[in-house]
């Protein structure tokens, strides 16, 4: 038997499924992080728009991150 061509091929199997783990779990938190972020800037607009004087800096700042 070639266990000397098993055993490579083994180590690079278990080796890329903990790689493709690990690449899913970065995935999902870049996801919530988005998604918070989304959220806080939602909050940022809700708020300056309610304030007495809005600050145009912040509605630019606003629009701009929304267009991507």
Same mark, same amino acid.
């Given at each position: 038997? !070639?266990?000397?061509? =098993?055993?490579? *091929?083994?180590?690079?199997? &278990? #080796? +890329?499924? #903990? !790689?493709?783990? $690990? #690449? /899913? $779990? *970065?995935?999902?938190? &870049?996801?919530? /992080?988005?998604?918070? &972020?989304?959220?806080?800037?939602? !909050? %940022?607009? /809700?708020?300056? +728009?309610?304030?007495? +004087?809005? $600050?145009?800096? =912040?509605?630019? %700042?606003?629009? $701009?991150?929304?267009?991507?």
């Amino acid at each position: 038997m !070639d266990t000397h061509l =098993i055993i490579p *091929r083994l180590i690079a199997a &278990l #080796l +890329s499924l #903990l !790689d493709s783990a $690990n #690449l /899913r $779990n *970065r995935v999902y938190t &870049l996801e919530e /992080r988005v998604a918070m &972020l989304e959220l806080a800037i939602e !909050d %940022i607009e /809700r708020i300056n +728009s309610h304030s007495a +004087s809005p $600050n145009p800096l =912040i509605e630019g %700042i606003i629009s $701009n991150s929304q267009k991507l």
